[in-house]
T-cell receptor, first 112, second 115 residues
Framework: RKEVEQDPGPFNVPEGATVAFNCTYS??????FFWYRQDCRKEPKLLMS???SGNEDGRFTAQLNRASQYISLLIRDSKLSDSATYLC?????????????FGTGTRLKVLA | GAVVSQHPSWVICKSGTSVKIECRSL??????MFWYRQFPKQSLMLMAT?????????EQGVEKDKFLINHASLTLSTLTVTSAHPEDSSFYICSTIAMASYGYTFGSGTRLTVV
């Protein structure tokens, strides 16, 4: 099983739709989780951190399910500008330190 | 917010030459720098983790003699791709954690093309 897994998509949705992505992780000791957005040929940019209690930022909601070991990202009222690849990041404990592993990303296309 | 300056943005080099990529943290100290590589349509793959003043830790399958990492100061980390070959052509990105709540801060990336 991969350390971090995402459905690569693409998810093609119409403007105004609500879309959700999941990201599963294999290490139950992981403590930090993030969602990043990456536009083509650009560096990833932090979208939001994922807290145990879940968090919301405008149209975006992130949740953590520790029991099933996945995080989710919900986008409401999709805009054309939301088209991008969404990467989840999970920290994996190692010998004395953590390292951060990216999922393969889920590609979203919002259609007019 | 915290900024990591990465240079060059893109470079084209001949096979067999070496290329150095620099990442500088602006206005903050980066004790740890992560170096990633991203091939087209793939995710970012962690290559190595560098810590200021000590040897870098390389991920499995990454040749430490080919990808030389130096983190001599708290504001500068460099990755040198030695004897580059066409298969090394990729998008290289550095990243560090300025503050835990902000997650990673990324450099703008370097697109390397080896011809």
């Amino acid at each position: 099983r991969k350390e971090v897994e995402q459905d690569p998509g693409p998810f093609n949705v119409p403007e105004g739709a609500t879309v959700a992505f999941n990201c599963t992780y294999s290490n139950s000791a992981s403590q930090s989780f993030f969602w990043y957005r990456q536009d083509c040929r650009k560096e990833p940019k932090l979208l939001m951190s994922v807290y145990s209690s879940g968090n919301e930022d405008g149209r975006f909601t992130a949740q953590l399910n520790r029991a099933s070991q996945y995080i989710s990202l919900l986008i409401r009222d999709s805009k054309l500008s939301d088209s991008a690849t969404y990467l989840c990041v999970v920290n994996i404990p190692g010998s004395g330190t953590y390292k951060y592993i990216f999922g393969t990303g889920t590609r979203l296309k919002v259609l007019a | 917010g915290a900024v990591v300056s990465q240079h060059p943005s893109w470079v084209i080099c001949k096979s067999g030459t070496s290329v150095k990529i620099e990442c500088r943290s602006l206005d903050f100290q980066a004790t740890t720098m992560f170096w990633y590589r991203q091939f087209p349509k793939q995710s970012l793959m962690l290559m190595a983790t560098s810590n200021e003043g000590s040897k870098a830790t390389y991920e499995q399958g990454v040749e430490k003699d080919k990808f030389l990492i130096n983190h001599a100061s708290l504001t500068l980390s460099t990755l040198t791709v030695t004897s580059a070959h066409p298969e090394d052509s990729s998008f290289y990105i550095c990243s560090t954690i300025a503050m835990a709540s902000y997650g990673y801060t990324f450099g703008s990336g370097t697109r390397l093309t080896v011809v």
